[in-house]
Each structure stands twice: as structure tokens, then as C-alpha cells.
């Protein structure tokens, strides 16, 4: 989800945790691909005027260690949820897909809420924490929470309620 070049502008977003993120997805990836399981890109089309991340930008393009491959497909979409104003949950069906294993970017964001749809709309829905990675926050009430606590309370949220939290390596040796 949203593994996209903009998401490097570190002016714009602030500090990342999980500086590996993007190598674990790649050995996903490459795994997946290697027992020819379906792959399904998110790629988030941002309406915000100020976003990096908006359409014919630079900073829009899928990151090209994460890049699609032959006729891995690319949904596109313009909200957090990749559910919402989309054809995922169609073609999840469609393929006969009763469980999903989300990576991506930002896990507070865009990776929890598709996560906890999956979860509701009834797939065994799989985050893999490693190859998830977010940004530091800043509360309503002025208060700062480093990236690696928003991403470890984002994580806790969704496990055993929306998701199993998974690492990567336990992941691969299934």
C-alpha cells in the first residue's frame, strides 16, 4: 500500500520509523512471486494541493524496489481505505481470496484503516510489522509522538482485533 517515491520527503512528512520497511516488502514480494500468489499494488492519488503524492508528480510513482511486475495489477485510490471507491474487495472475491497480508506505507494511516476493513469485510487479514513504517505525529493537543510509538500503538490496535501482526521472517518460514 502507497510504497510511493513522494513518501521520501522527509521536509514534507517528518522522521520514518523503520528504515527497512521497503526490503522486507521486496523479499514479500519476490516470495509471492516465486509461488505465483496474487499481488495487488495500492497506489494513493492525493487530492491535497500541497501533497507530494498527487497524480503526475514525481513523487506519485510506486518506489521501484516495490514496483509492479507484468500484469500485478495497480489499484488506484484517493482516500486512506484501499476498499473505499475501489474494485479490491470485487477482485479479492472474484479470485476466490479469503486472506490478505498487508505491507505498506504509512502504518497509521492508509495500512491500519485498509486493515481493518479487510478485517471487517471478513478476510484473515496478516500486517507484517517490518514492512510497514510511518511518521512521527503531532496531537490535537500539541503533544509529539515519535514514529516508532505511533507505529508500535497502530500495530497494537489492529492485532487480535482487526489483524494478526506478523514479522516478516515468521512470515516467510510459513
Not at 1 to 17: H, P
Not at 79 to 100: C, K, M, P, W, Y
Request: charged share 20%; aromatic share 6%.
Amino acid at each position: 500500500i502507497d510504497v510511493q517515491q513522494g513518501l521520501d520527503e522527509v521536509g514534507y512528512w517528518g522522521t520514518r520509523t523503520n528504515p527497512d520497511a521497503e526490503a522486507n516488502m521486496a523479499r514479500l514480494l519476490a516470495a509471492w512471486r516465486d509461488q505465483e500468489r496474487p499481488i495487488f499494488h495500492i497506489q494513493h492519488m492525493s487530492t491535497n494541493p500541497n501533497s507530494p503524492l498527487r497524480p503526475h508528480l514525481p513523487g506519485n510513482a510506486i518506489k521501484a524496489v516495490v514496483a509492479p511486475q507484468g500484469d500485478e495489477p495497480v489499484i488506484q485510490k484517493t482516500v486512506n481505505s484501499a476498499f473505499i471507491g475501489t474494485d479490491l474487495e470485487a477482485r479479492l472475491h472474484g479470485q476466490g481470496i479469503e486472506s490478505v497480508v498487508i505491507v505498506g506505507l504509512t502504518t497509521n494511516h492508509c495500512v491500519e484503516t485498509s486493515a481493518r476493513m479487510a478485517g471487517n469485510l471478513g478476510f484473515e487479514t496478516f500486517v507484517v510489522a517490518d514492512a510497514t513504517a510511518t511518521f512521527d505525529r503531532t496531537g490535537f493537543d500539541g503533544i509529539h509522538y515519535p514514529a516508532d510509538t505511533v507505529h508500535a500503538v497502530a500495530l497494537a490496535s489492529l492485532h487480535n482485533e482487526f489483524a494478526t501482526v506478523i514479522k516478516t521472517a515468521d512470515l516467510l518460514a510459513d
